[in-house]
């Protein structure tokens, strides 16, 4: 029997809970900006950027444990893009914290926003269909 890649994904969508603070994280080589939503996909907050340095990572958590007291939530995801090295030692310092980390294949993300933005143009164009 094969394993399709939409079942791995619907297993992960089917872990994430009302109890799950989920934040997505753009990398870059000298300052990150995260987001932060609830299982619905809801925003949480305003977005963070910090440094990517242990000074950052630190501003990081006490954004991420604001927002889980904030909203009543226990659990958090954080997902970003493996993009050239710099993703490294933030996923390191979080592994380290026990805070699951998982990484998004940015061709996924890709594509994705490109079926977003498709369809928020539909929508605008025609609003009655």
């Given amino acids: 029997m094969k394993f399709k890649m939409q079942d791995k994904q619907n297993q992960l969508i089917e872990r994430i809970s009302i109890k799950h603070l989920i934040v997505g994280i753009d990398i870059a080589q000298q300052f990150h900006v995260a987001r932060a939503v609830n299982f619905r996909g809801i925003v949480i907050g305003d977005p963070l950027t ?15 444990n ?49 079926v977003w933005i498709n369809r928020r143009r539909i929508q605008y164009e025609m609003p009655y269909q």
């Fill in 50 to 64: 910090f440094e990517n340095n242990e000074d950052g990572f630190a501003r990081l958590i006490q954004w991420i």
């Fill in 66 to 114: 604001h927002l889980k007291a904030l909203k009543g939530l226990d659990i958090t995801i954080v997902g970003m893009e493996p993009t050239g090295h710099y993703w490294v030692n933030l996923s390191k310092w979080l592994y380290e914290r026990n805070i699951e980390v998982v990484t998004v294949n940015p061709h996924l993300v890709k594509y994705c926003s490109k």
